[in-house]
């Protein structure tokens, strides 16, 4: 298992967005295989970027391969893979993961229960992923940080692609992939 190429996440978000199912998010003793994913962009009306940089999203407008989290709902985090040219302000959210190891700790995590990593919030809550973890390098970063790897897993042929959920502009646009159940 290897961190994933930088060169892998420096094109477009819609690009990046397919080629990151199958790869491996791992933090705090778990590991989890992405299933779904979603992308956004600063052309985009539903991206935090859409009106420029800001001290929040300023980290979207960072090089490639870095994590993006935010808060949202006044309760929850969600992890953002950072994409696309510096000064571009674009990134992948990783709406779920296959939890793979780490399983107990991620239960505990979600007080026990059973959806451990199926949504976004879910995820950084079994992954004990918060704005701390801002800024991180998930293919250059220490040992112990937020990273993601690539055990040769290839990414779907033909993943499931369809509009975006959770957001309320332009939800019609085609940028969330999701992890055919066969391939």
Aim: overall charge negative.
């Amino acid at each position: 298992m290897e961190r994933v190429d930088r060169s892998l996440l420096t094109a477009d978000a819609p690009a990046v967005a397919p080629q990151l199912l199958n790869k491996l998010l791992v933090h705090g003793g778990c590991v989890g295989r992405i299933v779904e994913v979603e992308a956004y962009r600063q052309d985009d009306p539903a991206s935090h970027t859409f009106r420029g940089e800001t001290n929040r999203n300023a980290i979207m407008f960072g090089p490639a391969g870095h994590l993006y989290v935010y808060f949202t709902y006044g309760m929850h985090h969600c992890a953002n893979v950072v994409t696309g040219d510096a000064g571009v302000g674009a990134a992948v959210l990783v709406r779920a993961v296959e939890p793979l190891d780490g399983i107990e700790l991620m239960r505990a995590r979600r007080s026990g229960r059973a959806a451990l990593a199926d949504g976004p919030a879910k995820l950084c809550q079994a992954f004990a992923i918060d704005l701390r973890h801002s800024g991180t390098d998930l293919v250059d970063g220490e040992r112990d940080a937020v990273g993601l790897f690539d055990d040769g897993t290839p990414p779907p042929v033909r993943p499931r692609v369809g509009p975006r959920v959770g957001i309320t502009k332009a939800v019609e646009v085609p940028w969330r992939w999701r992890t055919p159940a066969e391939d």
